[in-house]
């Protein structure tokens, strides 16, 4: 036990120490402060553990072997009648301990503590707040002063998911047209499938109908890069919000492929302080 926590605090200090190193210039600079800084460190801890905590399973089960080798204890055990496999046992049972804590570590805290650091870490590097967040960016405004508002969007296939586009008159301002699209993909512009528009009318006028189609060109649709941002990474949520994700995805008929071979790693990972306590 003493020599996995000084081990795990070494570990750690190395991480504090060279992320300090990297991100110094910006403190000296006056681009940040030390407040933020340690905020910084803060969040960034449970990444840390989530790195260092196999490591130091490693290294505590080779110091364990080494030390029970170098007074004879294991000679001792086998004259006495206990089996290698008994005498590991305890090792073993170790490893697994330190693995549950890493899914425990995973589906708790890390996938919040990590935006947040993120978000820090860019502020830090930028001076400026991370204006745009991957998960909750379903409202943009277009050029025109349209406002767009959408369930999903694909980067990899430029494909979109639930469309509604507001639009608006400038005198007086109101809303003036409510165009809904369930699907759309974009080859030399956007195709849009199951569609409907309506025009609203100004107060005490008849109301106007619905207008569905269901195929149409929208070529005054922002491009994909409007709505383009960075695909969230798995590293930022949980094994069950990462599971959700996925499934929703599928429904929508996008491709989550590279997304499963992220959430098998999320699960698998874990096991790899056991994974290395045998090798030790």
């Keep these: ?7 795990f605090l070494g570990l750690l200090g190395i991480f504090y120490i060279s992320t300090f190193i990297d991100l110094s210039d910006e403190l000296f600079k006056g681009q940040t402060t030390g407040w933020v800084l340690l905020e910084y460190f803060w969040y960034a801890t449970p990444q840390f553990t989530y790195w260092v905590l196999p490591i130091s399973a490693l290294i505590a089960t080779l110091v364990a072997v080494g030390l029970l080798t170098k007074s004879s204890e294991l000679t001792v055990m086998k004259a006495c009648g206990i089996s290698l496999y ?3 046992a305890p090792l073993l049972l170790f490893g697994l301990l330190w693995s549950g804590l890493l899914f425990g570590l995973s589906e708790s805290i890390l996938g919040p503590a990590n935006r ?4 820090l870490n860019h502020m830090i590097r930028t001076g400026s707040p991370q204006t745009i967040d991957v998960f909750n960016r379903k409202w943009i405004v277009a050029g ?3 406002i767009y508002h959408y369930l999903y969007f694909e980067p990899g296939r430029d494909e979109i998911n639930n469309l509604s586009i507001y639009e608006f008159e400038d005198r007086p301002w109101r809303l003036s047209k409510r165009t809904f699209v369930r699907h759309a993909a974009f080859t030399d512009g956007w195709q ?7 025009n609203f009318a100004p107060r005490g006028s008849p109301s106007l109908p619905y207008n569905t189609e269901a195929f149409r060109a929208m070529p005054l649709l922002e491009p994909p ?3 383009a941002t960075d695909r969230p990474d798995a590293e930022l949520m ?10 929703v995805l599928k429904g929508s008929g996008f491709d989550v492929i590279q997304l499963v071979v992220s ?3 999320k699960a698998s990972f874990p096991f790899v302080a056991l994974v290395l306590t045998l090798i030790a």
């Design 116 to 119: 947040r650091a993120e978000a």
């Design 192 to 198: 849009a499938q199951d569609t409907w528009e309506r």
């Design 144 to 146: 025109n002063g349209s």
């Design 225 to 227: 890069e409007y709505f």
């Design 238 to 247: 949980s094994y069950t919000e990462l599971k959700s994700y996925i499934e």
């Design 263 to 265: 959430l098998h790693r």
């Design 1 to 7: 036990g003493a020599v996995a926590a000084l081990a």
């Design 86 to 88: 008994r005498t590991a």
